[in-house]
């Protein structure tokens, strides 16, 4: 404990340690000398209140709080944005069922993953063609935007046209 060890040397002094005190602190409690003058100042220095406020004279109405920000201050805005992500994932799950395991398996790989696999990689995989996979990765899309748009519209997250 820095107070104890600046008792133990007679440092009792408020501000600055002088550097042989430092050194003879930082020595006995095994931390650096900048760790010992930064804690020195941290308990030197008085309290402030985040209450207080700003002006000198205590006349002001402003106080050191209001000029605190928070980023995260919309918080319908992220609970909002979130609905909608899950929505939006959920109906893609539901929509998903249109497909058969090869086409949903394809769309997935080339479309709905960071590293997308190319199509020489799946046409090892299924033993057919890269124009094949092309192929069936165009039909599964269409078929799943055709029933995203279909359940959006029944959701009334489209209107109809």
Known sequence: NLRKAKARIGA??????????VEKIATDLGVSEDDVISMNRRLSGGDASLNATVSADGE????????????????????????????RRALLAQAMDVLNDREKDILTQR??????????????AYGVSRERIRQIEVRAFEKLQS??????????M????
């Open 60 to 87: 002001g109405s402003v106080e050191w709080q209001d000029w605190l920000e928070d980023e995260d201050a919309d918080q319908a805005g992220a609970y909002e944005a979130q609905n909608e992500l899950d929505s």
């Open 111 to 124: 479309r709905l993953t960071e590293d997308t696999v190319t199509l020489e990689d799946l046409s090892s």
């Open 12 to 21: 009792l002094e408020d501000g600055d340690l002088r550097p042989e005190h």
């Open 147 to 156: 029933k995203m748009r279909e359940l959006a519209k029944d959701q009334g």
């Open 158 to 161: 489209l209107r109809a046209e």
